[in-house]
């Protein structure tokens, strides 16, 4: 049994927060970007393209391409948020 009283939420520091927004959504774009690619490409086609001796399978095809789409959206969600946060404020000029 626990002795100690729930006492809120813990609050999230600002890197912790950041941290968290960039990896939920690349997730979320890297599952959309991956339900419409392959929806119009075929990962072992896709892959026989390339390299045909190669046997990858279909699954094995799909957590790739999900991964790549997933790292491509979370680079591109981070250089975002450092830029959003590394912004000089609009009111510094103004006196």
């Not at 990896?23 to 599952?31: G, K, P, Q, V």
Request: charged letters at 20%.
């Amino acid at each position: 049994m626990v002795s100690e009283e729930y006492r809120g939420a813990r609050k999230w520091s600002r890197n912790k927060q950041a941290v968290a927004t960039v990896i939920w959504i690349s997730f979320l774009t890297a599952a959309v970007a991956t339900m419409l690619f392959f929806a119009v490409f075929d990962p072992v086609e896709l892959l026989a393209a390339f390299d045909p001796e190669l046997e990858v399978g279909r699954q094995a095809g799909y957590a790739a391409g999900f991964f790549f789409f997933w790292i491509i959206a979370a680079g591109c969600s981070a250089v975002t948020a450092w830029l959003v946060r590394t912004a000089p404020k609009r009111d510094a000029h103004k006196r």
